[in-house]
């Protein structure tokens, strides 16, 4: 179908032609009735004749042109058009490769989501030699790590363990109190931050997912300890870029929530630092302490310290999945601290971290 435009310019040529030739056949009819017509005696000697002659011939070619020598002329320029492409199109593919491998703007500016996802997918099927494997790997990536909120960095995270006087000190019911210290940089995405202790396992798997909670810990019902007091879990600092945050609890029946507002930082825009603390019963013979990072992370440093409680041994099974391994260090045995330290510089995955697995003094004994 003809383009709107080249319709009307068709409709516009074909006008000027009639109205150019009816006003020649107009003037060859004048030329003759010159001498009979008084009114037109002024007229004698012009050649009016010949103009409308002129101006006829005009008119017919141009509707002529338009029928056959335009089509003719449109065809050929299409076959100049096609053929130019074709000598191009090594060049012209070449340019366009080179600004989307070195100019991901450009890009960014003529693909929409849904297409650079395509070409992702695409991109990595190829490297990998399986489509299957590329569409599974990248709509992992794009679910934990495009779509997360946030991007953290340089994250530092500090345990301390010390006994729980609150209940026994051996045997069921027995917990260790661990106090625990995050500290990292972000921009961040939300406006406030939650911490949450429930006693509810849908509600907890809820939590996992709810961009706006940093922390939750999960107490079962069988638990000797109540999830909605502070006994249990207690946020006791929070702080961003330095400055102290006011900390609002929230409690009701078997759950209780910390809420804390981010201020200005939170609308500027500009990346900040964030660091709270908190206290957590851990069961003594749960054997195991295991602490994850939410959002995907830039470097990650862990130091555990458990010399206050009747820890013999303390292992370590990282989960971060990189080519790249971990650094852990222990503190000498003569040293009075003991402690042991995670490192990983690479880039972190959401829900990866870092899992402690203990052995109790009194096992070993027995």
């Given at each position: 179908?003809?383009?709107?435009?080249?319709?009307l310019?068709?409709?516009?040529?074909r006008?000027?032609?009639?109205?150019?030739?009816?006003?020649?056949?107009?003037?060859?009819?004048?030329?003759?009735?010159?001498?009979?017509?008084?009114?037109?005696?002024w007229?004698?000697?012009?050649p009016?004749g010949?103009v409308?002659?002129?101006?006829?011939?005009?008119?017919?070619?141009?509707?002529i042109?338009?029928?056959?020598?335009?089509?003719?002329?449109?065809?050929?320029t299409?076959?100049q058009?096609r053929?130019?492409i074709r000598?191009?199109a090594p060049?012209?593919?070449?340019?366009?490769?080179?600004?989307?491998?070195?100019?991901?703007e450009?890009?960014?500016?003529?693909a929409?989501?849904?297409t650079?996802?395509?070409?992702?997918?695409?991109?990595?099927g190829?490297?990998?030699?399986d489509?299957?494997?590329?569409r599974?790997?990248?709509a992992d990536?794009?679910?934990?790590?495009?779509r997360s909120?946030?991007?953290w960095?340089?994250?530092?995270?500090?345990?301390?363990?010390?006994?729980?006087?609150?209940g026994?000190?051996?045997?069921?019911?027995?917990?260790?109190v661990?106090?625990?210290?995050w500290e990292?940089?972000?921009?961040?995405?939300?406006?406030?931050?939650?911490?949450a202790?429930v006693?509810d396992?849908a509600?907890?798997?809820?939590l996992?997912?709810?961009?706006?909670?940093a922390?939750?810990?999960?107490?079962?019902?069988t638990s000797?300890?109540?999830?909605?007091?502070?006994?249990?879990?207690?946020l006791v600092q929070?702080s961003i870029?330095g400055?102290?945050?006011?900390?609002?609890?929230?409690?009701?029946?078997?759950?209780q929530v910390?809420?804390?507002?981010?201020g200005?930082a939170?609308?500027?825009g500009d990346?900040?630092?964030i660091?709270?603390t908190?206290r957590?019963?851990?069961?003594?013979h749960?054997h195991?302490l295991?602490?994850d990072?939410?959002r995907?992370?830039k470097?990650?440093?862990?130091?555990?310290?458990y010399g206050q409680?009747?820890?013999?041994?303390v292992?370590v099974v990282?989960?971060f999945a990189?080519?790249?391994?971990?650094r852990?260090?222990r503190?000498?045995?003569?040293?009075?601290?003991r402690t042991i330290?995670?490192?990983?510089d690479?880039q972190?995955?959401p829900?990866a971290?870092a899992a402690?697995?203990?052995?109790?003094?009194?096992?070993?004994?027995?």
């Amino acid at each position: 179908m003809n383009h709107l435009l080249d319709q009307l310019y068709k409709t516009k040529l074909r006008l000027a032609g009639l109205v150019t030739a009816l006003l020649g056949i107009a003037l060859i009819v004048v030329s003759h009735r010159v001498d009979a017509i008084p009114v037109l005696s002024w007229l004698v000697g012009w050649p009016t004749g010949e103009v409308g002659s002129a101006l006829l011939s005009a008119g017919v070619i141009a509707v002529i042109f338009e029928y056959y020598a335009r089509k003719e002329t449109a065809a050929r320029t299409n076959e100049q058009l096609r053929y130019a492409i074709r000598q191009e199109a090594p060049a012209i593919r070449s340019a366009v490769l080179d600004s989307f491998a070195f100019e991901p703007e450009t890009m960014r500016s003529i693909a929409s989501d849904e297409t650079l996802d395509k070409i992702a997918t695409n991109a990595i099927g190829l490297r990998l030699g399986d489509a299957e494997l590329a569409r599974d790997a990248y709509a992992d990536l794009r679910e934990q790590v495009i779509r997360s909120p946030e991007r953290w960095r340089d994250v530092d995270i500090s345990v301390s363990l010390s006994p729980w006087t609150a209940g026994p000190a051996t045997g069921g019911g027995s917990m260790f109190v661990a106090t625990i210290r995050w500290e990292y940089r972000v921009r961040p995405a939300s406006p406030t931050m939650r911490f949450a202790c429930v006693s509810d396992r849908a509600e907890y798997q809820d939590l996992l997912r709810d961009p706006t909670v940093a922390g939750q810990w999960y107490f079962g019902k069988t638990s000797p300890v109540d999830p909605a007091s502070t006994e249990a879990f207690e946020l006791v600092q929070f702080s961003i870029d330095g400055a102290e945050r006011s900390i609002r609890r929230t409690a009701r029946n078997g759950a209780q929530v910390y809420t804390v507002a981010l201020g200005k930082a939170a609308i500027s825009g500009d990346e900040a630092t964030i660091s709270y603390t908190y206290r957590v019963l851990v069961q003594r013979h749960g054997h195991l302490l295991f602490l994850d990072l939410p959002r995907p992370t830039k470097g990650v440093h862990v130091q555990m310290e458990y010399g206050q409680v009747d820890i013999r041994q303390v292992n370590v099974v990282d989960y971060f999945a990189s080519p790249d391994a971990s650094r852990v260090e222990r503190s000498p045995k003569a040293a009075p601290a003991r402690t042991i330290d995670v490192r990983f510089d690479g880039q972190v995955f959401p829900r990866a971290g870092a899992a402690f697995v203990w052995v109790l003094d009194d096992e070993m004994e027995s």
